[in-house]
Antibody, heavy 119, light 108 residues
Framework: QVQLVQSGAEVKKPGASVKVSCRAS????????LSWVRQAPGQGLEWMGW????????NYAQNFQGRVTMTTDTSTRTAYMELRSLRFDDTAVYYC????????????WGQGTLVTVAS | SYVLTQPPSVSVAPGKTAKITCGGN??????VHWYQQKPGQAPVVVVY???DRPSGIPERFSGSNSGNTATLTISRVEAGDEADYYC???????????FGAGTKVTVL
């Protein structure tokens, strides 16, 4: 079955960087793109960007352009999301989500990774 | 940028029907997906492509989409349906994904 397993919780200081991983299994990795979605405490879902697992093309939401980098490693079937220059309001749960067969659908989600930015 | 508008909360008695709306400019021209999120858990698709259900999702969950409003309907509501529900579309014009702010469904 399809599974997306993310790395564990992180605590970072303001100004630092964090890199979250998302390891895929149960399907052909390169056939589905992956998005990253975050959720601040008590808030809604915010789409951060997308990466093609086939060729590494990316599409970042404007709010994160210049601060985020999404990559994949096809040899380990893992996607990565690095966020730089962390601020207190970057504290959130970060999810990876797989593209579904229908346009725009996120059919499988990782379990989420809590990133806490604290001094 | 494209905006989706949801009511913050909906309350419903067990056994009754809950309707959650998602408003957007000509949203009827887009494919709308609905996610259920329970506390501490990742979102789960309950309706995709306006009105299709993934396997394992009860028939009590249905969707529609026309004009400027998409609607998620939960029939015969159960206590286990209490959760946050988010609508989402992919805006092809801007190539961006957009979520509604979410609706908290409370079962009375």
């Amino acid at each position: 079955q399809v599974q997306l397993v993310q790395s564990g919780a992180e605590v970072k200081k303001p100004g630092a960087s964090v890199k979250v991983s998302c390891r895929a299994s149960g399907y052909s990795f390169i056939t589905h793109g992956l998005s990253w979605v975050r959720q601040a405490p008590g808030q809604g879902l915010e789409w951060m960007g997308w990466i093609s697992a086939y060729n590494g093309d990316t599409n970042y939401a404007q709010n994160f352009q210049g601060r985020v980098t999404m990559t994949t490693d096809t040899s380990t079937r893992t996607a990565y999301m690095e966020l730089r220059s962390l601020r207190f309001d970057d504290t959130a749960v970060y999810y990876c989500a797989r593209d579904g067969e229908v346009a725009g659908l996120f059919d499988y989600w990782g379990q989420g990774t809590l990133v806490t930015v604290a001094s | 940028s494209y905006v989706l508008t949801q009511p913050p909360s909906v309350s419903v008695a067990p056994g009754k029907t809950a309707k959650i709306t998602c408003g957007g400019n000509n949203i009827g021209d887009k494919s709308v997906h609905w996610y259920q999120q329970k506390p501490g858990q990742a979102p789960v698709v309950v309706v995709y492509g306006d009105s299709d259900r993934p396997s394992g999702i009860p028939e009590r969950f249905s969707g529609s989409n026309s004009g400027n409003t998409a609607t998620l309907t939960i029939s015969r509501v159960e206590a286990g349906d209490e959760a946050d529900y988010y609508c989402q579309v992919w805006d092809s014009g801007s190539d961006l994904h957009v979520f509604g702010a979410g609706t908290k469904v409370t079962v009375l």
